[in-house]
């Protein structure tokens, strides 16, 4: 079966300090990698994404992740947190083919306190 | 996300009542989904669309129906049938069904039991 893990459900980090949101996956193929932030009643919206080439990508805001075949991982991480990250961080995978169903994590709320 | 409208934000509903909320798109996608979230389960998929005039059930479609008539709309009904349907409605969209691009997504609809 395919599935997305974010192993923590809250990660809290000092403004300034570096954070990492972790992820894992279990898809088989050659997936693409995603991830998404959602603020409070809001939709998500798209930071990185992962195809292919180099493992380490950057994104939005400040924000990276690096791919690790072996481990399946895609951990999201940024230098300095800022209290404005605070927000819920998806990771998604897809297949792509003929029809592209993305897999979703449970998300992980990250607190990030002046 | 500018291209997609979902409305209205909030949404009640009554006993043995059938709803219906609203998905309308003009970033010319291909695809159209809907995604019910609740607390801590991520999301899951309720219904896609890959071209007008064509969708497929989800992991979780029983209690719901959708329609897609034209490129841009594809709106969700929740039937009496769905027993608990307080949850957070999101629609997205893809570009290309076969592409690696990510999702697109609207600010969702909060639907509630009165």
């Known amino acids: 079966a395919q599935s997305v893990a974010q192993p923590e459900d809250q990660v809290n980090v000092a403004e300034g300090n570096p954070l990492t949101v972790k992820c894992t996956y279990s898809v088989s193929g050659n997936p693409y990698l995603f991830w998404y932030v959602q603020y409070p009643n809001r939709g998500l919206q798209f930071l990185l994404k992962?195809?292919?080439?180099?493992?380490l990508v950057k994104g939005s805001y400040g924000f990276e992740a690096e791919f690790n075949k072996s481990q399946t991982s895609f951990h999201l991480k940024k230098p300095s947190a800022l209290v404005s990250d605070s927000a819920l961080y998806f990771c998604?995978?897809?297949?792509?083919?003929?029809?592209?169903?993305?897999?979703f994590g449970s998300g992980t709320k990250l607190n990030v306190k002046p | 996300d500018g291209g997609i409208t979902q409305s209205p934000k909030y949404l009640f509903r009554k006993e043995g009542q059938n709803v219906t909320l609203s998905c309308e798109q003009n970033l010319n996608h291909d695809a159209m989904y809907w995604y019910r979230q609740d607390p801590g389960q991520g999301l899951r998929l309720i219904y896609y669309?890959?071209?007008?005039?064509?969708?497929q059930k989800g992991d979780i479609a029983e209690g719901y129906s959708v329609s897609r008539e034209k490129k841009e709309s594809f709106p969700l009904t929740v039937t009496s049938a769905q027993k608990n349907p307080t949850a957070f409605y999101l629609c997205?969209?893809?570009?290309?069904?076969?592409?690696?691009?990510?999702?697109?997504f609207g600010d969702g609809t909060r639907l509630s039991i009165l």
């Open positions: 997205a969209t893809l570009g290309r069904v076969n592409s690696n691009q990510p999702q697109h």
């Open positions: 998604a995978v897809s297949r792509g083919g003929n029809f592209n169903k993305f897999y």
């Open positions: 669309s890959q071209i007008v005039n064509d969708f």
């Open positions: 992962y195809i292919t080439g180099d493992n």
